[in-house]
């Protein structure tokens, strides 16, 4: 039986889409690789989505083709479907209404450009028309929040530098994490009936990369600022790897229910999403709906922002919301019931 037909066009081909599988495969590593001993992991899981549609089309084309080797890289595709629902899920409903007092509608949400006024107002209102339980908020640059003076003033709020957690139910203990450099985090334990649910709010190193990093206007340019990037990811990945040691403390030692969210400035199957995620779920990956990829300021959508649960909680809906737009970012809503 031959898989392939002989000739180098086949070989070729053929040898580019075994070093993408390789690649997809690899991206796994940073389960177990730490970002300082190798940080270059971390790129790899940036541009899955990249290889994975690189390794879709090769497989069409073996299809076309009628290159036996098409079943094997078939049958690879299917293993891939498991990773590919952290970025997209077709057909989920998106719960709107609760029915259970065990039920919580959860937002997280970069606010980093809802700066004004008008913006906050309008934030508010929205916060509040969808009867949103617990909100989680990064980048609070705004007085307003921080004076508490206008923002959501009739709710339960903890707010610690750039990051707040704003409840409709009182918060009975709040605390600020401290983390090295530009990683900011809190948690918050909130009280609802009987239960108290733990909430960590997550901030981590922010890349400082800028749009004009990505002009490039003349080809000489282009090797200096790929350089460049690549340093800045290298550097950012190896400060969060510092953050999350520190924060896997206060995950596992949550003596209640525990949701987390945030701004991980990092993509699915990086070595942030593996470590911060732990034994929680991902509640986009088990009931999203649509894309999840929240940020798309640069040519490049990416998903960075998250919400994780303990088990106790069974997630009933997930979302990306791309109708709010007060910030670089997108708002995630989530529909969460506890056990």
Same mark, same amino acid.
Request: proline share 4%.
């Given at each position: 039986? @031959?898989?392939?037909?002989?000739?180098?066009?086949?070989?070729?081909?053929?040898?580019?889409?075994?070093?993408?599988?390789?690649?997809?495969?690899?991206?796994? *590593?940073?389960?177990?690789?730490?970002?300082?001993?190798?940080?270059?992991?971390?790129?790899?899981?940036?541009?899955?989505? @990249?290889?994975? @549609?690189?390794?879709?089309?090769?497989?069409?084309?073996?299809?076309?083709?009628?290159? *036996?080797?098409?079943?094997?890289?078939?049958?690879?595709? #299917?293993?891939?479907?498991?990773?590919?629902?952290?970025?997209?899920?077709? =057909?989920?409903?998106?719960?709107?209404?609760?029915?259970?007092?065990?039920?919580?509608? @959860?937002?997280?949400?970069?606010?980093?450009?809802?700066?004004?006024?008008?913006? *906050?107002?309008?934030?508010?209102?929205?916060?509040?028309?969808?009867?949103?339980?617990?909100?989680?908020?990064?980048?609070?640059?705004?007085?307003?929040?921080?004076?508490?003076?206008?923002?959501?003033?009739?709710?339960?709020?903890?707010?610690?530098?750039?990051?707040?957690?704003?409840?409709?139910?009182?918060?009975?203990?709040?605390?600020?994490?401290?983390?090295? =450099?530009? =990683?900011?985090?809190?948690?918050?334990? #909130?009280?609802?009936?009987?239960? #108290?649910?733990? !909430?960590?709010?997550?901030?981590?190193?922010?890349?400082?990369?800028?749009?004009?990093?990505?002009?490039?206007?003349?080809?000489?340019?282009?090797? %200096?600022?790929?350089? +460049?990037?690549?340093?800045?990811?290298?550097?950012?990945?190896?400060?969060?790897? $510092?953050?999350?040691?520190?924060?896997?403390?206060?995950?596992?030692?949550?003596?209640?229910?525990?949701?987390?969210?945030? %701004?991980?400035?990092?993509?699915?199957?990086?070595?942030?999403?593996?470590? +911060?995620?732990?034994?929680?779920?991902? $509640?986009?990956?088990? !009931? =999203?709906?649509? *894309?999840?990829?929240?940020?798309?300021?640069?040519?490049?959508?990416?998903?960075?922002?998250?919400?994780?649960?303990?088990?106790?909680? #069974?997630?009933?809906?997930?979302?990306?919301?791309?109708?709010?737009? /007060?910030?670089?970012?997108?708002?995630? /809503?989530?529909?969460?019931?506890?056990?």
């Amino acid at each position: 039986m @031959i898989f392939i037909t002989h000739n180098k066009k086949n070989y070729l081909f053929f040898s580019l889409h075994c070093i993408i599988a390789l690649l997809l495969c690899i991206v796994y *590593l940073n389960k177990i690789v730490q970002p300082k001993d190798f940080p270059y992991l971390g790129l790899i899981s940036l541009i899955f989505p @990249i290889l994975f @549609i690189f390794h879709l089309l090769f497989t069409i084309m073996w299809l076309i083709k009628r290159e *036996l080797i098409f079943i094997p890289f078939l049958l690879f595709t #299917i293993f891939l479907l498991f990773p590919i629902k952290k970025y997209i899920h077709f =057909g989920n409903k998106i719960i709107a209404n609760k029915t259970s007092k065990k039920q919580f509608k @959860i937002l997280t949400y970069n606010i980093r450009y809802a700066n004004e006024s008008k913006d *906050l107002r309008a934030l508010e209102d929205s916060v509040i028309k969808r009867d949103i339980d617990i909100a989680f908020f990064q980048e609070i640059y705004t007085r307003q929040w921080r004076s508490k003076e206008t923002f959501l003033v009739d709710r339960y709020n903890a707010v610690f530098d750039l990051v707040a957690i704003s409840s409709k139910y009182p918060i009975i203990n709040k605390q600020k994490i401290i983390l090295p =450099g530009n =990683g900011y985090a809190c948690l918050a334990d #909130i009280q609802k009936d009987e239960s #108290i649910i733990r !909430c960590i709010n997550i901030y981590l190193e922010p890349m400082f990369l800028t749009k004009n990093i990505f002009r490039i206007e003349k080809v000489d340019d282009a090797k %200096d600022k790929t350089k +460049v990037v690549v340093e800045k990811l290298s550097t950012g990945y190896k400060k969060h790897q $510092v953050q999350i040691d520190l924060l896997i403390k206060y995950i596992k030692e949550s003596p209640y229910p525990t949701i987390v969210c945030g %701004d991980l400035n990092s993509v699915p199957l990086s070595y942030e999403y593996f470590h +911060v995620k732990g034994n929680m779920l991902d $509640v986009f990956e088990l !009931c =999203g709906s649509g *894309l999840g990829m929240s940020f798309y300021d640069y040519f490049y959508p990416i998903r960075i922002d998250y919400i994780f649960t303990s088990p106790d909680f #069974i997630p009933k809906s997930s979302y990306v919301n791309k109708n709010i737009k /007060f910030s670089d970012h997108y708002p995630v /809503f989530a529909f969460l019931q506890l056990k």
